[in-house]
């Protein structure tokens, strides 16, 4: 069974989405062992705390260097042992000694449609942009920002009236339908990070243009 280790900072809808699926064994056997936050009150600490997870939080706060907090994230995540590091509203960029110690396990939801848009404000920026569609993208983490290879993106038309609130909670629905899926087919060992691309059933994934 694939030991699962999901990294927040926020409300954790996403969290809740994995979690949901988990109960309905809908993540292909993966269970999520333990919840991290930088942040102490993160609402999806909650969540997981009423599902029984276990949680810890690791305030980025208390530490001088943005080495010596992923060290400790680090030290602490891995006495989970996961195979999955996921990453799920965790707004803390991560060094690349953590990157590479993940690698290849370590994946995260964007909410854009990558490479389009990494970093924030990401919906009013499409807006701003004129763009017609908007979306969110899974994909595994490299030392990039927001650059490593695409696993699965879901999109969203962009209207007249959407502000980037209605937008973000278009996104969000879509997103707590990918994310899952792109667990729950690590899991199955059926989705790998092979050199630099993201494999699919033995299939290299587009580095962009999904359908
Ligand atoms: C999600 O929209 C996720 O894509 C985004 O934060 C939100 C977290 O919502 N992640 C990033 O912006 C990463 N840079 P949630 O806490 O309700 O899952």
Redesign the pocket.
């Known amino acids: 069974p694939c030991r699962i280790v999901v990294l927040?900072s926020?409300?954790?809808?996403?969290?809740q989405s994995l979690i949901d699926c988990a109960a309905r064994d809908e993540l292909g056997g993966g269970s999520i062992a333990a919840v991290f936050s930088n942040k102490p009150e993160a609402g999806?600490l909650q969540r997981a705390a009423e599902a029984g997870i276990a949680t810890r939080c690791i305030n980025h706060t208390d530490f001088d260097s943005r080495d010596s907090f992923d060290l400790a994230l680090r030290t602490e995540i891995d006495t989970f042992h996961p195979d999955l590091v996921i990453?799920?509203?965790?707004?803390r960029i991560l060094t690349a000694d953590f990157v590479k110690h993940y690698r290849g396990r370590l994946i995260?939801?964007?909410?854009s449609l990558l490479p389009k848009y990494p970093g924030?404000r990401?919906h009013q920026r499409a807006i701003d942009a004129g763009d017609s569609e908007a979306g969110?993208t899974v994909h595994f983490v490299t030392e990039e920002l927001?650059g490593g290879p695409p696993i699965i993106q879901a999109k969203v038309p962009i209207n007249s009236g959407d502000t980037a609130e209605t937008l973000?909670q278009k996104?969000?629905s879509k997103?707590h339908r990918i994310y899952p899926l792109a667990a729950r087919w690590f899991a199955e060992g059926r989705l790998s990070l092979t050199g630099s691309k993201a494999v699919l059933d033995d299939q290299a994934l587009p580095e962009s243009g999904f359908p």
């Open positions: 927040i926020g409300g954790g809808s996403n969290l999806g990453l799920a509203g965790f707004m995260n939801i964007h909410p924030l990401t969110a927001d973000a996104v969000l997103e």
